[in-house]
Antibody, heavy 123, light 114 residues
Framework: QVQLVESGGGVVQPGGSLRLSCEAS????????MHWVRQAPGKGLEWVAL????????YYVDSVKGRFTISRDNSRNMLYLQMNSLRAEDTAVYYC????????????????WGKGTTVTVSS | DIVMTQSPDSLAVSLGERATINCKSS????????????LAWYQQKPGQPPKLLIY???TRESGVPDRFSGSGSGTDFTLTISNLQAEDVAVYYC??????????FGQGTKLEIK
């Protein structure tokens, strides 16, 4: 079945770095754009980043530009989020999600979500 | 960026009754070239990730009960849950996918049983 499994979360000090991973299975990973979405404790959903199906185009929410980098390895069915210069406000559950559109450079809604990995930024 | 605003922030509805959640976008999400509204609804139950309910404003995702329906066009949209069941307790989010990223969500509406 279609599945996304995130890993790599943890506790990190302000200014530190962390790399999140998302392993995909059950679908042709290399055909779909992939998103990261986060949810701070008790708050709503915030879209963070998107990478095109072949890895060329990348988009970020303004608050993480220059600090976070989204990437993918289609040979390993893996999605990544490198997070540098972490701040307290980055504390959240981070979800990876699959875009609906196949082999397109247009991006739509998220039809499959992982269970999330928790990132806590605290001294 | 397109801002999505949901109302109300929370509501309590009796079992078997109808729940109505509204979503308003700061600009139209209707593409006139294909007459499609680029809006989705998600359900998030406590302790779970979000789940896609509806896309193109009114198309139910496979497996979603038909008591869930979406309507609206342009800037104003509604998620209606008929015959409310206990398992429908959740937070519901709308999301636009009209423009180039960023993707934006509404702030969420918490649905409880009265």
């Amino acid at each position: 079945q279609v599945q996304l499994v995130e890993s790599g979360g943890g506790v990190v000090q302000p200014g530190g770095s962390l790399r999140l991973s998302c392993e995909a299975s059950g679908f042709t990973f290399s055909h779909y754009g992939m998103h990261w979405v986060r949810q701070a404790p008790g708050k709503g959903l915030e879209w963070v980043a998107l990478v095109a199906y072949e890895g060329s185009n990348k988009y970020y929410v303004d608050s993480v530009k220059g600090r976070f980098t989204i990437s993918r390895d289609n040979s390993r069915n893996m999605l990544y989020l490198q997070m540098n210069s972490l701040r307290a406000e980055d504390t959240a559950v981070y979800y990876c999600a699959k875009d609906w559109a196949e082999l397109l450079f247009n991006y739509y809604y998220m039809d499959v979500w992982g269970k999330g990995t928790t990132v806590t930024v605290s001294s | 960026d397109i801002v999505m605003t949901q109302s109300p922030d929370s509501l309590a509805v009796s079992l078997g009754e109808r729940a109505t959640i509204n979503c308003k976008s700061s600009q139209s999400v209707l593409y006139t070239s294909n007459n499609k509204n680029y809006l989705a609804w998600y359900q998030q139950k406590p302790g779970q990730p979000p789940k896609l309910l509806i896309y193109w404003a009114s198309t139910r995702e496979s497996g979603v009960p038909d008591r869930f329906s979406g309507s609206g066009s342009g800037t104003d949209f509604t998620l209606t849950i008929s015959n409310l069941q206990a398992e429908d307790v959740a937070v519901y989010y709308c999301q636009q996918y009209y423009s180039s990223p960023p993707r934006t969500f509404g702030q969420g509406t918490k649905l409880e049983i009265k």
